[in-house]
């Protein structure tokens, strides 16, 4: 494939691509993005997405196939508003999707649907995961079959909200030498219907050991979090949001902690940054979203795929996403 990314789906808007190899063809889930009129806020009031639609691939080069609606807001029970970047995990036959959406009271919950086949259609739950919150579910399946889901997202995804699994009186998101809000990791149950333990806080150190701080917001985690596993090594890659970068850390099990590396992703044109990390075929891939082909309409975005290359370390050779 050409060292440049690919548009993936240029006739919609689509972002926050989840990826995995099912059944030897790679599969998309991403977040679908449209026009609905709502002004832009440091809520996230104008990501007002209301379906999800999942995409193969037979090659990295080849063909995008659209499989259709997989599911829609309509049809969740307990939804109130907005379908965020979501995931999907195979367990016993059956396929998973996690879907972060808000309730009626406009907290975020994380759902997940069942499907017998990757592309859907899923069927969702009659309620959210109990005591799930936040969101940006990434699903990650270890060699020994333990399945953990990585979660959360500050400012509109009101992770500022929670201490402990619980929900606060008043948000604080921290400033300066405070720690950094953390990303959560849960063991998910055998039937990948709900959290088999109490979430547990991701901790990202710097180079002298030390936990990344609020104010360090270069490095700190913000959203998109997801998990892969590269020569035994747990990497650990998310948003650091505000700051526009897609950022890893690499540790030796699922739950950390995680020692800071680097930038996997400089800013793309567009303020969100969203990946899913996969190998597919014997090379991995970064799939990730920009604004370019909206014309910079922050929450009109559009998937892309490049090669993601890894130095001799481990380290992952950086990426220029074309922003600032
Ligand atoms: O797509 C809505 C939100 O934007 C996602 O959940 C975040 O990760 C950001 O990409």
Same mark, same amino acid.
């Given at each position: 494939?050409?060292?440049?990314?690919?548009?993936?789906?240029?006739?919609?808007?689509?972002?926050?691509?989840?990826?995995?190899?099912?059944?030897?063809?790679?599969?998309?889930?991403?977040?679908?993005?449209?026009?609905?009129?709502?002004?832009?806020?440091?809520?996230?009031?104008?990501?007002?997405?209301?379906?999800?639609?999942?995409?193969?691939?037979?090659?990295?080069?080849?063909?995008?196939?659209?499989?259709?609606?997989?599911?829609?807001?309509?049809?969740?029970?307990? =939804?109130? %508003?907005?379908?965020?970047? $979501?995931?999907?995990?195979?367990? &016993? *036959? !059956? +396929? #998973?999707?996690?879907?972060?959406?808000?309730?009626?009271?406009?907290?975020?919950?994380?759902?997940?649907?069942?499907?017998?086949?990757?592309?859907?259609?899923?069927?969702?739950?009659?309620?959210?995961?109990?005591?799930?919150?936040?969101?940006?579910?990434?699903?990650?399946?270890?060699?020994?079959?333990?399945?953990?889901?990585?979660?959360?997202?500050?400012?509109?995804?009101?992770?500022?909200?929670?201490?402990?699994?619980?929900?606060?009186?008043?948000?604080?998101?921290?400033?300066?030498?405070?720690?950094?809000?953390?990303?959560?990791?849960?063991?998910?149950?055998?039937?990948?219907?709900?959290?088999?333990?109490?979430?547990?806080?991701?901790?990202?150190?710097?180079?002298?050991?030390?936990?990344?701080?609020?104010?360090?917001? =270069?490095? %700190?985690?913000?959203?998109? $979090?997801?998990?892969?596993?590269? &020569? *035994? !090594? +747990? #990497?650990?890659?998310?948003?650091?949001?505000?700051?526009?970068?897609?950022?890893?850390?690499?540790?030796?099990?699922?739950?950390?902690?995680?020692?800071?590396?680097?930038?996997?992703?400089?800013?793309?044109?567009?303020?969100?940054?969203?990946?899913?990390?996969?190998?597919?075929?014997?090379?991995?891939?970064?799939?990730?979203?920009?604004?370019?082909?909206?014309?910079?309409?922050?929450?009109?975005?559009?998937?892309?795929?490049?090669?993601?290359?890894?130095?001799?370390?481990?380290?992952?050779?950086?990426?220029?996403?074309?922003?600032?």
């Amino acid at each position: 494939m050409k060292k440049e990314a690919r548009y993936l789906v240029p006739g919609d808007y689509m972002a926050d691509p989840a990826v995995h190899v099912f059944n030897g063809k790679l599969y998309i889930y991403p977040s679908h993005d449209r026009e609905s009129g709502i002004p832009e806020n440091d809520n996230g009031d104008h990501f007002d997405m209301c379906d999800y639609h999942v995409f193969s691939m037979e090659d990295i080069d080849g063909e995008v196939t659209d499989h259709g609606v997989a599911l829609q807001v309509k049809d969740i029970p307990w =939804a109130g %508003r907005q379908l965020w970047d $979501s995931d999907c995990a195979y367990k &016993n *036959g !059956k +396929y #998973y999707l996690y879907f972060p959406l808000k309730d009626q009271t406009d907290i975020f919950r994380i759902g997940v649907a069942i499907s017998d086949k990757p592309e859907g259609p899923f069927i969702p739950q009659p309620d959210p995961i109990r005591g799930s919150y936040s969101i940006d579910p990434a699903v990650f399946e270890d060699e020994d079959g333990q399945s953990y889901m990585y979660f959360g997202g500050l400012w509109g995804g009101q992770l500022q909200r929670y201490r402990n699994n619980k929900a606060q009186e008043s948000a604080v998101l921290g400033e300066g030498d405070e720690p950094a809000l953390p990303s959560r990791v849960v063991r998910l149950s055998d039937d990948m219907l709900g959290f088999a333990e109490e979430p547990q806080a991701i901790t990202i150190l710097d180079e002298n050991g030390q936990p990344l701080t609020a104010g360090d917001n =270069a490095r %700190r985690f913000f959203e998109a $979090s997801w998990m892969h596993k590269y &020569n *035994g !090594k +747990y #990497y650990f890659s998310y948003s650091t949001g505000d700051t526009h970068r897609l950022c890893y850390a690499i540790g030796d099990n699922p739950y950390g902690p995680f020692i800071y590396q680097g930038v996997i992703l400089t800013p793309v044109v567009g303020w969100t940054t969203h990946h899913g990390i996969c190998e597919f075929k014997g090379k991995w891939y970064l799939f990730h979203h920009d604004t370019v082909p909206s014309g910079g309409r922050t929450w009109l975005r559009s998937l892309k795929v490049c090669e993601l290359e890894y130095n001799a370390d481990g380290t992952i050779k950086t990426i220029d996403g074309g922003g600032e």
